[in-house]
């Protein structure tokens, strides 16, 4: 069965970093669109960052761009993300997801894609 288990989260300071990780068990993750998203209390889920392998090809929000890396370790099927520079607006709970689609650049972004998701891993960036 597909399992995606988050790790990495916790509570920082503002301008600290934090280094999640997603272990992803039942299928490759290589072949498969990988996103991270977020979501804040009282607001919608929102696309962070992805990453599809097998198109060579990553993504992220104009939010993160230059302060949050996406990566992808193959050989332990494990999806990460740096963040650096962490600032209060971070401040969510971070879930990956898997889709299948070969239209990752299309669908990264929405959360209605994805099928497989994560149990989430609180991020909390205090001022």
């Known amino acids: 069965q597909v399992q995606l288990v988050e790790s990495g989260g916790g509570s920082v300071q503002a301008g600290g970093s934090l280094r999640l990780s997603c272990v992803a068990s039942?299928?490759?993750?290589?072949?498969?669109?990988m996103s991270w998203f977020r979501q804040a209390p009282g607001k919608e889920r929102e696309g962070v960052a992805a990453?599809?392998?097998?198109?060579?090809?990553?993504y992220s929000a104009d939010s993160v761009k230059g302060r949050f890396t996406i990566s992808q370790d193959n050989a332990k099927n494990t999806l990460y993300l740096q963040m650096n520079d962490l600032a209060p607006e971070d401040t969510a709970v971070y879930y990956c997801?898997?889709?299948?689609?070969?239209?990752?650049?299309?669908?990264?972004?929405?959360?209605?894609?994805?099928?497989?998701w994560g149990q989430g891993t609180q991020v909390t960036v205090s001022s």
């Open positions: 997801a898997a889709s299948s689609s070969s239209l990752c650049r299309l669908v990264w972004a929405n959360p209605n894609s994805f099928v497989y």
């Open positions: 039942g299928y490759t993750v290589s072949t498969y669109c």
């Open positions: 990453i599809y392998s097998k198109g060579g090809s990553t």
